[in-house]
């Protein structure tokens, strides 16, 4: 590990993927009737690939083809609605015995797969494959056109696809994909939410997100990080935490400071600085009630809810309403009578993990936020932006605007608490 400082070490507890998998096994709950649906919107004759004369065993029901006579047997499986192959140790049922054999390791007590480099250990020797290339410091597969690298093939071949034309599209909307799986993902949207929890009422029509919420409702916080306090039940998200601890941020923009160790957000932050006219061609998403347009439709769907008359989420407490289910789960944390987050240094305490975080920068000595302009300096970057507004011509300009009055303003959060 000596070659490998860059690394962060990852804390695994051996009992939890199969307390994840078993958790999620008694919890989710598939609708057969979508499923079939699922199968009849997918494989239309819009998107219906032709197959190759190297492929010659093809599906009748989808795209699907290959090579093999025992793959497409296997594949033929996928269409049946019907699950009648059974674990003999839980409710877990599959229409496949190559995924039964695949079940069955999770209930083998011995990891017999161990990772040299740290104390990863599995069950399965093709995760201890998948997971020994995150080891790899060298990104050997390469991409032709740009200049993507990656330490998987796999990754290369998905990463190619986005340099070919869209040829997979809906017949239901205007969406087109070059990729199968997004496809598929896609059309759920159009079968209903097929996904439901046991435990509250959410549902979904995505497998992966309705799987984050059920872990949601675990007791317990497998996932810990070996630098910190950090717990999480999802494993995702100890990895999207693992970043913040990289002392060297992968992204840095050419054009001012910022550097960020997430592409998803170097990729918005590269487009603030377009020229205006090709920053409003770049944001397809418009709204049709006022100028708003970004550049993801969730963030345009978000938006909608601000012209909403009626407020769907409601306290059970007291009169307080919104919009938005996240901005009830804040509201809901004040009726809370204890308040769990305690300050280390003071008897400061409150009932939100966001309020004690935004408290312990009074604690720092050091104001790392220094204005160029004046001798302001902060701890907090959050208030070093909203100075840095004063210095700009955004105060004059006040381009965020009230759709329902003449209230104008330069900081966005306004708009939104107005």
Known sequence: MADNDDLVLVKVEPTQEEDINTSLQETILVNNQILAEDSELRYDGDVRQQSTSSKPHTCELCPYATSLKSSLKEHLLTHKTFKDIKCADCDYVTHSNVLLKHHRTLHNDARDFQCASCDYATS???????????????KDFKCGYCNYAGRRRGSLRKHLLRHTAAHLKCYHCDYATHTKGLLKRHLLRHGGKGFKCTHCTYASHDRANFTCHVLSHRATKDFKCVLCNFATHAESYLKKHLKKHKPVQDFQCVHCDYVTHTKQLFTLHIKRHLPTEEAAAAKPFKCGYC????????????HLRTHMVVKEFKCDNCTFTTNYKRRLEKHSLKHKGVKDFKCTHCDYATYNPVYLKQHLLVHKVDKEFKCGTCNYATSAKHLFKRHIVKHTTKIVTKHFKCAHCDYQTHIKSRLTRH
Not at 291 to 299: E, G, I, L, W
Request: positive net charge; hydrophobic residues 30%; glycine residues 0%.
């Open 124 to 138: 399965v020797k093709k995760r201890l494959r998948d997971h020994v290339v995150l080891h790899k410091v060298t």
């Open 291 to 302: 100028n708003h347009a970004t550049y993801h439709r969730s963030q345009l769907k978000d």
